[in-house]
Structure formats: structure tokens, C-alpha cells
């Protein structure tokens, strides 16, 4: 079964500064890779989705994440935090277009 | 457009009561659904899946005459939870996967249960 790590329950960063948010998955067959940001009692926003082809997948509001097969990572980014970043992050995986599975989730909080 | 509609966003109901939830895809149709559950500061786990047509499929621990799932039509999924108790109190998310070509799910906004 697919399973997904999110390194770091919170994470803090300064407005500005580089975003890094950590995700590993475990998958026996090729999965598909989502990250999800929710806002306070909202639901789930797509910020990006990796399916195939190229590596390095940007999305919405400057994020980006590359999979490395090698590493069994799909790590998130954003060169410049802004204070509108701060959210709850979760990492998800799925497979052959069946049901999503979600880490535990990363509180990105940005510092003025 | 992929635009999932969920209501009510929030409902208080009393113990013993059953409470009903709709999940509404408004712009495409969706043959799955899915409906997850999410504590305070948690992540969502997955109840079950749902097929148009077809029983829905729960997932581990999850008890499927607690929590009725039906998907009667290529838009429209809901979740009954019956009987609630005070337990039963979250926050409800339903998502759905798109027919149409690529890969696609789209998420409710969420209803959030309080049983009094």
C-alpha cells in the first residue's frame, strides 16, 4: 500500500525566504503526487500534481516540487514567502487513479 | 470550472439525531467520491469510496451503518451520519474524481459536525 511522510509537523520561515516543505512517499508502482494547502475550516486547494513526464512541476502561487524517483521524494518549494503562505500543507499520493492518501500534514508559518 | 459543492458547511445536531451530508459536482460528472474525515490539527483519513451505482467501499474501522453513503447519480453524493454522538464531531471533507480525460479531483469545501 502507498503511504506518504511529511517531514516537520511545522515549519517556520521568515517573509522572503525560501520555502521548503519535505515529503516521502512509498509506492510499489509508479504513483501519482498531489500537494493540497488548506486554510483555516476550508477545504483542500490543488497547489500542484505530478502524473508523468516532467520532473519539475510548478503550480500555483510561485510552488513548485520535483520527484525524484530515486529519492522517493516530491519535495515543495517557493523561492519568497509571503505572509499569505502560512496554511496547512499536506503531501498526497495515489495510484493508478484510485483513492488519494494524505500525510499528516506540514503548519507552514511565515515570520514578518 | 471542476467545481464540488458541499453542504451544510456547518451543522450542530443533538446526540441520537442523523445528519445528512451532500457532496454536488456542478460542472462535470463524477463517477467516484470520496468522503474523508479530518480531526482538529490532523490530516484526513479516508472513510470510503463511492461508485455511481454501486455500494461504497469503507475503508479499515470505519462503520458503514454509522455512516451511510449513497451515490445515486454521476453528481450527487451524501453522507448520513446516524445516530450521532458526540464522537462523531469533525470536520468532513467529500472530493471527486472526474470522468472526463486527465486526472482530476476536486474537494468540497467541507462541513464541519458538532453533536451536543
Known amino acids: 500500500a502507498q503511504s506518504v511522510t511529511q517531514l516537520g509537523s511545522h515549519v517556520s520561515v521568515s517573509e522572503g525566504a525560501l520555502v521548503l516543505l519535505r515529503c516521502n512517499y512509498s509506492s510499489s508502482v509508479p504513483p501519482y503526487l498531489f500537494w493540497y494547502v488548506q486554510y483555516p475550516n476550508q477545504g483542500l486547494q490543488l497547489l500542484l500534481k505530478y502524473t508523468t513526464g516532467a520532473t519539475l512541476v510548478k503550480g500555483i502561487n510561485g510552488f513548485e516540487a520535483e520527484f525524484k524517483k530515486s529519492e522517493t521524494s516530491f519535495h515543495l518549494t517557493k523561492p519568497s514567502a509571503h505572509m499569505s503562505d502560512a496554511a496547512e500543507y499536506f503531501c498526497a499520493v495515489s495510484v493508478r487513479n484510485d483513492k488519494i492518501i494524505f500525510g499528516k500534514g506540514t503548519r507552514l508559518h511565515i515570520l514578518p | 470550472g471542476a467545481v464540488v459543492s458541499q453542504h451544510p458547511s456547518w451543522v450542530i445536531c443533538k446526540s441520537g439525531t442523523s445528519v445528512k451530508i451532500e457532496c454536488r459536482s456542478l460542472?462535470?460528472?463524477?463517477?467516484?467520491m470520496f468522503w474523508y474525515r479530518q480531526f482538529p490539527k490532523q490530516s484526513l483519513m479516508l472513510m470510503a469510496t463511492s461508485n455511481e451505482g454501486s455500494k461504497a467501499t469503507y475503508e479499515q474501522g470505519v462503520e458503514k451503518d454509522k455512516f451511510l453513503i449513497n451515490h445515486a447519480s454521476l453528481t450527487l453524493s451524501t453522507l448520513t451520519v446516524t445516530s450521532a454522538h458526540p464522537e462523531d464531531s469533525s470536520f468532513y471533507i467529500c472530493?471527486?474524481?472526474?470522468?472526463?480525460?486527465?486526472?482530476?479531483?476536486?474537494f468540497g469545501s467541507g462541513t464541519r459536525l458538532t453533536v451536543v
Open positions: 472530493s471527486a474524481r472526474r470522468v472526463a480525460v486527465g486526472y482530476g479531483y476536486t
Open positions: 460542472d462535470f460528472q463524477a463517477t467516484t
